[in-house]
C-alpha cells in the first residue's frame, strides 16, 4: 500500500463518520398533486427503492413522516403548498416542485430554510433537476440518500466530489508551508472516496479508501506539474496549490464515480487509469 502523509487515527476517525452517515435514514415522502405524485414515485423508483407517498390536504402536511419531502403541484397551488410547508418545517428539508408546464423556466429558489422551490416541467431535464435538489437539501444525509434511491446517486456523488474539491482548493491556499496542506487534502480525498463508495452501495474497508485515495493521488501526477510551476514562478505559490488541490481531487472523486459505476472490479490500477483518461 502506498504511504500516505496522514494521521491514521485522525483517518480512521474519517472513515467511522463516512460510516455512520452511510447509515442514517433517508427517506423520501411524496406529497401533493395525485397524478403528480403517481408519476414522481414512478421517477424515484427505478432501480431501487419506492419512496413513500401521501395524497390528502396540503394543509396537513405537518401531520407527514419521512426525512425529506417532495412535494409537487400545479401552479394553483403553490401558495397553499408554501404555507403548509412553512408550517411543516420537515426536519429533512423539502423540495417544491411547482408544475409550470411549457412555462416553466427551472429556475430554483430557496422561499426558507431547507426548501427549495424549483419551476419544473415534466421531461427529463425536470426530473433531473429534482433529483439533484433532493442531493442539496438532504445536506449530510445525501450520501444515505443517494444509497437507498439509485436516481439520485450520480447528483449526491458529484455533490460530495465538487465539496471535497472546493476545501481542498481553500486548503492549498490555507497553508504557507509547501507539503503541509497534503494530509488536510488527503484526509479529504480518502473521506470522498468512502462517500462515493457508500453512495454506489459499496461496503469498501478502510484499508481499501486509503489504498485508492493514495494510488490515485499519485497516479496522475499533479504534483509533479505543481512543484515544477513553483520552481519556476514562485510567486504563485499559494494559486498553484489550490489548483492542484482542486483538480487532482476531482480526478480522484471522478474516477471513482466511473470505478464504482463499473462494477467496482477488483484491481485499484482500474481507477488509477480512469483518474488518468480524466486527466487528458
Same mark, same amino acid.
Not at 17 to 35: F, K, M, N
Not at 153 to 158: D, G, H, I, L, S
Given at each position: 500500500?502506498?504511504?500516505?502523509?496522514?494521521?491514521?487515527?485522525?483517518?480512521?476517525?474519517?472513515?467511522?463518520?463516512?460510516?455512520?452517515?452511510?447509515?442514517?435514514?433517508?427517506?423520501?415522502?411524496?406529497?401533493?398533486?395525485?397524478?403528480?405524485? $403517481?408519476?414522481?414515485?414512478?421517477?424515484?423508483?427505478?432501480?431501487?427503492?419506492?419512496?413513500?407517498?401521501?395524497?390528502? *390536504?396540503?394543509?396537513?402536511?405537518?401531520?407527514?413522516?419521512?426525512?425529506?419531502? !417532495?412535494?409537487?403541484? *400545479?401552479?394553483?397551488?403553490? +401558495?397553499?403548498?408554501? $404555507?403548509?410547508?412553512?408550517? $411543516?418545517? *420537515?426536519?429533512?428539508?423539502?423540495?417544491?416542485?411547482?408544475?409550470?408546464?411549457?412555462?416553466?423556466?427551472?429556475?430554483?429558489?430557496? &422561499? @426558507?430554510?431547507?426548501?427549495?422551490?424549483?419551476?419544473?416541467?415534466?421531461?427529463?431535464?425536470?426530473?433531473?433537476?429534482? @433529483?439533484?435538489?433532493? +442531493?442539496?437539501?438532504?445536506?449530510?444525509?445525501?450520501? $444515505?440518500?443517494?444509497?437507498?434511491?439509485?436516481?439520485?446517486?450520480?447528483?449526491?456523488?458529484?455533490?460530495? /466530489?465538487?465539496?471535497?474539491?472546493?476545501?481542498?482548493?481553500? /486548503?492549498?491556499?490555507?497553508? @504557507?508551508?509547501?507539503?503541509?496542506?497534503? &494530509?488536510?487534502?488527503?484526509?479529504?480525498? /480518502?473521506?470522498?472516496?468512502?462517500?462515493?463508495?457508500?453512495?454506489?452501495?459499496?461496503?469498501? =474497508? @478502510?484499508?481499501?479508501? !486509503?489504498?485508492?485515495?493514495?494510488?490515485?493521488?499519485?497516479?496522475?501526477?499533479?504534483?509533479? /506539474?505543481?512543484?515544477?510551476?513553483?520552481? =519556476?514562478? &514562485?510567486?504563485?505559490?499559494?494559486? !498553484?496549490?489550490?489548483?492542484?488541490?482542486?483538480?487532482?481531487?476531482?480526478?480522484?472523486?471522478?474516477?471513482? !464515480?466511473?470505478?464504482?459505476?463499473?462494477?467496482? &472490479?477488483? =484491481?485499484?490500477?482500474?481507477?488509477?487509469?480512469?483518474?488518468?483518461?480524466?486527466?487528458?
Amino acid at each position: 500500500m502506498a504511504k500516505l502523509p496522514l494521521n491514521l487515527s485522525k483517518a480512521m476517525d474519517v472513515w467511522r463518520e463516512v460510516s455512520a452517515r452511510s447509515d442514517q435514514s433517508a427517506g423520501i415522502t411524496l406529497a401533493g398533486d395525485p397524478s403528480l405524485v $403517481a408519476l414522481a414515485q414512478q421517477r424515484f423508483s427505478v432501480g431501487g427503492t419506492v419512496p413513500a407517498s401521501w395524497v390528502g *390536504p396540503l394543509a396537513e402536511l405537518t401531520s407527514v413522516p419521512g426525512e425529506l419531502l !417532495v412535494v409537487l403541484v *400545479p401552479a394553483e397551488a403553490e +401558495a397553499e403548498a408554501l $404555507a403548509a410547508l412553512e408550517e $411543516a418545517a *420537515p426536519k429533512g428539508g423539502a423540495v417544491l416542485a411547482v408544475d409550470e408546464g411549457t412555462e416553466a423556466t427551472g429556475k430554483v429558489s430557496y &422561499p @426558507f430554510r431547507r426548501c427549495a422551490r424549483l419551476s419544473f416541467f415534466d421531461g427529463p431535464a425536470g426530473w433531473r433537476r429534482i @433529483f439533484g435538489l433532493c +442531493a442539496e437539501v438532504a445536506g449530510d444525509h445525501g450520501v $444515505a440518500l443517494g444509497r437507498r434511491y439509485p436516481v439520485v446517486r450520480t447528483v449526491a456523488a458529484r455533490r460530495v /466530489i465538487y465539496r471535497t474539491a472546493g476545501q481542498n482548493a481553500l /486548503i492549498g491556499l490555507a497553508f @504557507f508551508i509547501p507539503g503541509a496542506d497534503m &494530509p488536510a487534502m488527503t484526509l479529504n480525498q /480518502i473521506k470522498m472516496v468512502l462517500s462515493v463508495a457508500s453512495i454506489y452501495g459499496e461496503e469498501i =474497508s @478502510f484499508e481499501r479508501a !486509503v489504498e485508492l485515495a493514495g494510488i490515485v493521488g499519485m497516479g496522475f501526477g499533479l504534483r509533479a /506539474i505543481a512543484r515544477r510551476l513553483l520552481r =519556476s514562478t &514562485p510567486g504563485i505559490g499559494l494559486v !498553484v496549490r489550490a489548483v492542484t488541490g482542486y483538480t487532482a481531487t476531482l480526478a480522484i472523486g471522478l474516477g471513482a !464515480v466511473q470505478y464504482f459505476e463499473k462494477g467496482a &472490479p477488483a =484491481s485499484t490500477s482500474r481507477v488509477v487509469a480512469l483518474a488518468g483518461s480524466l486527466k487528458r
